[in-house]
């Protein structure tokens, strides 16, 4: 079982910054993919940024030009540096790591951007 823990959440105003990260409990290249899912208030949870053990990344269209998400294989730790928040930014932010058989999700953390 591997765990995912997300840290960095926490309330910010409008147009500013934050970098969330998830460690990992194992090595994170043993995941094809890593990547930060968000489940908006009273909406589904979506694809925000993910990131292949090459360095591919691939962005929402919401999150283009604003957030990076970013690895560091020897920390396992995947990062998500969001800038010029917004509003609608506002979810709970999960990180999930997958391969062809295995697929898990950290525990979530709040990001809260206020008007």
């Known amino acids: 079982q591997v765990q995912l823990v997300e840290s960095g959440g926490g309330l910010v105003q409008a147009g500013g910054s934050l970098r969330l990260s998830c460690a990992a409990s194992?090595?994170?290249?043993?995941?094809?993919?890593m990547g930060w899912y968000r489940r908006p208030p009273g909406k589904q949870r979506e694809m925000v940024a993910t990131?292949?053990?090459?360095?591919?990344?691939n962005y929402a269209d919401s999150a283009k030009g604003r957030f990076t998400i970013s690895r560091d294989n020897a920390k396992n730790t995947v990062y998500l540096q969001m800038n010029i928040l917004k509003p609608e930014d506002t979810a709970v932010y999960y990180c999930?790591?997958?391969?062809?058989?295995?697929?898990?999700w950290g525990q979530g953390t709040q990001v809260t951007v206020s008007s």
């Open positions: 194992a090595s994170i290249n043993s995941f094809n993919v």
């Open positions: 999930r790591a997958i391969s062809v058989l295995l697929n898990y």
């Open positions: 990131i292949t053990t090459g360095n591919t990344t």
